[in-house]
């Protein structure tokens, strides 16, 4: 219990004890320029075949040329490790759970939970079934990236977390990308292990199905900070929108895409241009990663978007044999103090997630958990073929094997193919629990379905519709796919999709132009649908609305969330006061406030009130938004955009770490997604659109590429945060694939010398 307790403290004491640790250059660092970046990259003696030319462009993006996929790829590892090398080590150490290690024993119940989670626990299985080329295609990266860890300059923030450099491994590299590939199912999940049992569960539970909605409640500060671990780096949002030639100004197929992930400085993307025998491609990698998340060769352009499937179960294991269970004991080392160690125990159905006090759980209750990224799927090689693709086809056959986390994958190809690929690896399920998330581990049908895993050779795919557009925004496939197979529980409202279409499908022949301003898009259809029902019941009061100059605003309003909008300021200052109270059927668990909930059950809601009682709660809902909306102006003026560096939280330090506030438009499923829970006031959004994407496959040149930040995650680095006034103007990074164009426009030349 005394280790539960401290680690209820969470997370700003986590970070306190950061600010206390010795060597603290990041918090004073000294400006360095592009050309002393470059300089700074270990460039000789290095074991290569040949030499190897990196050209790089204003903003520290490289451009590598190599005559040997293995030189490629030790170029990339070194080139990840300069630019990101204290990130690397982060996510390694999240992934590994040792974050004790930087923080002492006030994250050592976050590290209990996290080696519980096991996310290199099928590294060994997955390195021994890679195709020889992978192998040596990683080994190689990893190679690179131990040269940059063990010979290059050691990263401010390795004086401040208390690391030392420190060789990376193969498995390394699997875990954090199975880090990345975390279930956003998880927090839901762990979030209702609280609830069974309590009064109106089987009723919160029927709701959350019906409006295909998640909820995340954690019970406390600790259990809050391993929430934000695994929803910050899991790849969970996006929009990607693929175009055919037919609805193309330039005659050739087009795509446009850009994830959606925590807003924290540095990216949880970097961009890169290659070419060696095998590959010629530009794009987005994930720092640690050989891979190209989302990119365009000479040939196809590709992204994706999280599918939201449900590629975990939870199982009651409680009442299973002993000897079923296979159990270890995990030493975690404590800065500042002694090691502590924790059991781990591995049922039949997974990992015994319970074991871990920050799962909740009921006394005596053992649950397991069951994911696709403990099965030896193997991401790594299907995006290695993935970026090799010379068609659509052969791109969606790349897929195979491929286990999270869950993507919808689109394409175009230059033969003006466009397509979309469902890249999961799930279990053959024949539907979703109807009153209990949890399954019986000695149920036969509840176990069965892991027994016959789906993969994207199984699962739906679509090429070339009719009306030649194809969006993906974290939809329902049952909104595309004929009879899809039961996928998930919890997907993003339609909202968002349906907006990408319909500007798609706006205008007769689309331009790059037009496909970067749909990303900037700030309009919810159904935040039009809403606000005017709240109107109408307002209006409909004896006396008519109150204070109707406050409710003015929200008469013929179309959704847009524009920065400068009176009525999205209103309407959200409603919602922060309505919301709370139409829903005491939560009891403890506060009210639900997922845009899908809200679209689900706010009307529906209201009006199962008592007359007396709805009047009520829309007056006072009107009473409490009036004075709020008295002291700001629009969206933009409480609605904000923050560039910070992750150190941000550190308690007193943390304003050092600020770069800029900006007022921001945008809301929770808006095209230019900019998250946010209820409003009360001025918030700063966390989660959103960080990176985008932009090719037309007429051009080989024509890709343009932005990252919320810079590509340099070097404290002081003048591409630390470069691409942020490109980012707020809505304007792209040109990454060429012609040679001429390359050395025209990357003119900062590295010569990797064997």
Same mark, same amino acid.
Request: glycine fraction near 10%; charge should be positive.
């Given at each position: 219990?005394?280790g539960?307790?401290?680690?209820?403290?969470g997370?700003g004491?986590?970070?306190a004890?950061?600010?206390?640790?010795?060597?603290c250059?990041?918090?004073l660092?000294?400006?360095?320029?592009?050309a002393?970046?470059?300089?700074?990259?270990?460039?000789?003696?290095?074991?290569?075949?040949q030499?190897?030319?990196?050209r790089w462009n204003?903003?520290?993006?490289?451009?590598i040329e190599a005559?040997?996929?293995a030189?490629?790829?030790?170029?990339?590892?070194?080139?990840?490790?300069?630019l990101?090398?204290?990130q690397?080590a982060?996510?390694?150490?999240?992934s590994?759970?040792?974050?004790?290690?930087?923080?002492?024993p006030?994250?050592?119940?976050?590290?209990?939970?996290?080696?519980i989670?096991d996310?290199?626990?099928?590294?060994p299985?997955?390195?021994?079934?890679?195709?020889?080329?992978t192998?040596?295609?990683?080994?190689?990266?990893v190679?690179g990236?131990?040269h940059?860890?063990?010979?290059?300059?050691?990263?401010?923030?390795y004086?401040?977390?208390?690391?030392?450099?420190e060789p990376?491994s193969?498995?390394?590299?699997?875990?954090i990308?199975?880090?990345?590939?975390?279930?956003?199912n998880w927090?839901?999940?762990f979030?209702?292990l609280?609830?069974r049992?309590?009064?109106?569960?089987?009723?919160?539970?029927q709701r959350?199905?019906?409006?295909?909605a998640?909820?995340?409640?954690?019970?406390?500060e600790?259990?809050?900070?391993?929430?934000?671990?695994?929803q910050g780096?899991?790849?969970?949002?996006?929009?990607?929108l693929?175009?055919?030639?037919?609805?193309?100004a330039s005659?050739?197929?087009?795509?446009?895409?850009d994830?959606?992930?925590?807003?924290?400085?540095?990216?949880?993307?970097l961009?890169a241009?290659?070419?060696s025998?095998?590959?010629?491609?530009?794009?987005?990698?994930?720092?640690?990663?050989?891979?190209l998340?989302?990119?365009r060769n +000479?040939? /196809?352009a590709?992204?994706g978007?999280?599918?939201? #499937?449900?590629?975990?179960? &939870?199982? !009651?294991?409680?009442? @299973? %044999?002993?000897?079923?269970?296979a159990?270890?004991?995990?030493?975690?080392?404590?800065r500042?103090?002694?090691a502590a160690?924790?059991?781990?125990?591995?049922?039949?159905?997974?990992p015994?997630?319970?074991?871990?006090?920050?799962?909740p759980?009921?006394?005596?209750e053992?649950?397991?958990?069951?994911?696709a990224?403990?099965?030896p799927?193997?991401e790594?090689?299907?995006?290695?073929r993935?970026?090799?693709a010379?068609?659509?086809?052969?791109?969606?056959?790349?897929?195979?094997?491929?286990?999270?986390?869950?993507q919808?994958?689109?394409?175009?190809d230059?033969?003006?193919h466009?397509?979309?690929?469902t890249?999961?690896?799930?279990?053959?399920r024949?539907?979703?629990?109807?009153e209990d +998330?949890v /399954?019986?581990?000695?149920?036969?049908?509840?176990? #069965?379905?892991w027994?016959? &895993?789906? !993969?994207?050779?199984? @699962? %739906?795919?679509?090429?070339?519709?009719?009306?030649?557009?194809?969006a993906?925004?974290?939809?329902?496939p049952?909104?595309?796919?004929?009879e899809?197979?039961?996928?998930?529980?919890?997907?993003s409202?339609?909202?968002?999709?349906?907006?990408?279409?319909?500007?798609?499908l706006?205008?007769p022949?689309?331009?790059?132009?037009?496909?970067?301003?749909?990303?900037?898009?700030?309009?919810a259809?159904?935040?039009?649908?809403?606000?005017a029902?709240?109107l109408?019941r307002?209006?409909?009061?004896?006396?008519?609305?109150?204070?109707p100059?406050?409710l003015?605003p929200l008469r013929?309003?179309?959704?847009?969330?524009?920065a400068?909008?009176?009525a999205?300021?209103v309407?959200?200052?409603?919602l922060?006061q309505l919301?709370p109270?139409?829903q005491?059927e939560?009891?403890?668990?506060?009210?639900?406030?997922?845009w899908?909930? @809200?679209?689900?059950?706010?009307?529906r809601?209201?009006?199962?009130?008592?007359?007396?009682?709805?009047?009520?709660?829309?007056r006072?809902?009107?009473?409490?938004?009036?004075?709020?909306?008295?002291?700001?102006?629009?969206?933009?003026s409480v609605?904000?955009?923050?560039?910070a560096?992750?150190l941000?939280?550190?308690?007193?330090?943390?304003?050092?770490?600020?770069l800029?506030?900006?007022?921001?438009?945008?809301s929770?499923?808006?095209?230019?997604?900019t998250?946010?829970?209820?409003?009360?006031?001025?918030?700063?959004?966390?989660?959103?659109a960080m990176?985008?994407?932009v090719?037309?496959?007429?051009?080989p040149?024509?890709n343009?590429?932005?990252?919320?930040?810079?590509?340099?995650?070097?404290?002081?680095s003048?591409?630390?945060?470069d691409?942020l006034?490109?980012?707020r103007?809505?304007?792209?990074?040109?990454?060429p @694939?012609?040679?001429?164009?390359?050395?025209?426009?990357?003119p900062?030349?590295?010569v990797?010398?064997?």
């Amino acid at each position: 219990m005394a280790g539960r307790n401290r680690s209820r403290r969470g997370t700003g004491l986590v970070l306190a004890m950061l600010a206390m640790l010795p060597g603290c250059a990041a918090l004073l660092p000294r400006e360095r320029s592009v050309a002393e970046r470059i300089a700074a990259l270990p460039q000789a003696g290095l074991p290569l075949e040949q030499p190897v030319t990196i050209r790089w462009n204003p903003h520290l993006v490289p451009w590598i040329e190599a005559s040997s996929d293995a030189d490629l790829a030790f170029a990339l590892g070194l080139v990840h490790g300069h630019l990101r090398g204290a990130q690397i080590a982060l996510l390694r150490m999240v992934s590994r759970g040792r974050l004790a290690e930087i923080a002492g024993p006030l994250a050592t119940e976050i590290d209990h939970a996290l080696r519980i989670l096991d996310f290199g626990g099928a590294a060994p299985e997955i390195e021994r079934r890679w195709p020889p080329e992978t192998r040596a295609f990683v080994s190689r990266f990893v190679a690179g990236l131990n040269h940059a860890t063990l010979h290059g300059p050691r990263p401010p923030e390795y004086g401040l977390l208390g690391l030392r450099p420190e060789p990376y491994s193969p498995a390394d590299i699997l875990a954090i990308g199975r880090l990345a590939g975390t279930d956003i199912n998880w927090l839901s999940y762990f979030s209702l292990l609280a609830e069974r049992g309590q009064p109106g569960f089987a009723r919160h539970w029927q709701r959350l199905r019906e409006a295909g909605a998640g909820t995340a409640r954690p019970a406390g500060e600790a259990e809050a900070a391993l929430g934000a671990l695994l929803q910050g780096l899991s790849r969970s949002g996006s929009n990607t929108l693929a175009i055919a030639p037919a609805r193309s100004a330039s005659g050739a197929a087009m795509l446009a895409a850009d994830p959606h992930l925590g807003l924290s400085l540095p990216n949880l993307w970097l961009l890169a241009g290659m070419r060696s025998p095998s590959f010629h491609a530009v794009g987005m990698m994930i720092p640690g990663l050989p891979i190209l998340g989302l990119g365009r060769n +000479p040939d /196809l352009a590709w992204g994706g978007t999280n599918l939201r #499937a449900a590629s975990s179960d &939870l199982f !009651d294991v409680g009442r @299973l %044999p002993p000897e079923a269970f296979a159990g270890r004991e995990v030493t975690i080392r404590q800065r500042l103090w002694f090691a502590a160690r924790r059991r781990a125990r591995l049922s039949p159905q997974g990992p015994v997630v319970t074991d871990a006090s920050l799962v909740p759980s009921r006394p005596g209750e053992a649950i397991a958990l069951r994911w696709a990224g403990h099965e030896p799927g193997d991401e790594i090689t299907a995006l290695l073929r993935a970026a090799r693709a010379r068609s659509g086809a052969e791109f969606a056959a790349s897929f195979a094997g491929f286990a999270v986390s869950p993507q919808n994958m689109l394409y175009a190809d230059r033969q003006g193919h466009i397509g979309r690929v469902t890249a999961a690896l799930l279990p053959s399920r024949a539907g979703f629990p109807a009153e209990d +998330p949890v /399954l019986d581990a000695r149920d036969p049908a509840a176990t #069965a379905p892991w027994g016959r &895993l789906q !993969d994207a050779t199984t @699962l %739906p795919r679509l090429a070339d519709p009719a009306e030649g557009v194809l969006a993906s925004a974290n939809e329902n496939p049952a909104l595309w796919a004929k009879e899809p197979p039961p996928i998930g529980i919890f997907f993003s409202d339609g909202d968002r999709v349906a907006r990408l279409r319909a500007l798609a499908l706006a205008k007769p022949k689309l331009t790059s132009a037009d496909l970067a301003a749909i990303q900037a898009d700030t309009v919810a259809p159904k935040a039009a649908v809403l606000a005017a029902g709240l109107l109408a019941r307002l209006e409909a009061l004896p006396g008519g609305a109150p204070e109707p100059g406050l409710l003015a605003p929200l008469r013929g309003w179309d959704g847009d969330y524009a920065a400068g909008s009176r009525a999205a300021l209103v309407f959200e200052l409603l919602l922060g006061q309505l919301v709370p109270a139409l829903q005491p059927e939560a009891g403890g668990r506060g009210p639900e406030t997922s845009w899908n909930f @809200l679209t689900t059950f706010l009307l529906r809601d209201l009006d199962a009130l008592p007359a007396a009682r709805r009047e009520a709660v829309l007056r006072a809902a009107v009473a409490g938004a009036a004075p709020l909306a008295a002291r700001h102006r629009d969206w933009g003026s409480v609605h904000r955009l923050r560039a910070a560096h992750w150190l941000v939280n550190l308690p007193l330090l943390g304003r050092a770490f600020v770069l800029g506030d900006w007022p921001v438009g945008g809301s929770r499923e808006t095209v230019m997604k900019t998250g946010h829970g209820l409003v009360t006031g001025r918030h700063e959004v966390s989660f959103g659109a960080m990176a985008r994407q932009v090719s037309d496959l007429a051009d080989p040149d024509a890709n343009w590429f932005t990252l919320f930040g810079g590509q340099d995650g070097w404290l002081g680095s003048a591409a630390f945060a470069d691409q942020l006034p490109l980012w707020r103007g809505r304007q792209g990074i040109r990454l060429p @694939l012609r040679p001429a164009t390359v050395a025209a426009e990357f003119p900062h030349v590295t010569v990797l010398r064997p």
